[in-house]
């Protein structure tokens, strides 16, 4: 028996409505092979195919493969490491290539103010 269908037929999980599952992480060598895709957060669900004959509630599968408030140290230091270098860039944002296309963003978005909020 497999250990999604054990989990299936314990005690508490027969009388829920619906189940999904949320794993911590979204590795595709994941503990709990029940799929294979990730979701996005347009579509954060998929339905998982249960083996023949399994009794009990729908089961989908969260697989987002970017929660990053689960991990947020994690999260802040890859971010951190990722920003550094365009930050060390700041004294000539005026040629930098990451400061001049925000600052063309910055203006490209103000152009479609009302005049009014112009400032």
């Known amino acids: 028996m497999s250990a999604l269908t054990r989990m299936y037929h314990s005690r508490d ?44 509630p729908p089961l989908s599968v969260i697989s987002i493969d970017h929660l990053p408030s689960l991990i947020p140290r994690e999260s802040s230091e890859q971010f951190s490491e990722a920003l550094m270098p365009s930050l060390l860039q700041l004294k000539e944002r005026t040629t930098a290539r990451v400061w001049k296309q925000a600052e063309d963003l910055f203006k490209q978005k103000v152009a479609t103010l009302p005049e009014s909020l112009r400032a």
């Open 13 to 56: 999980i027969c009388h829920a409505r619906v189940l999904t599952v949320v794993p911590y992480s979204t590795n595709p060598n994941n503990p709990i092979p029940i799929y294979d895709i990730t979701t996005t957060f347009d579509k954060p669900t998929v339905p998982v195919t249960l083996p023949a004959g399994t009794q009990g």
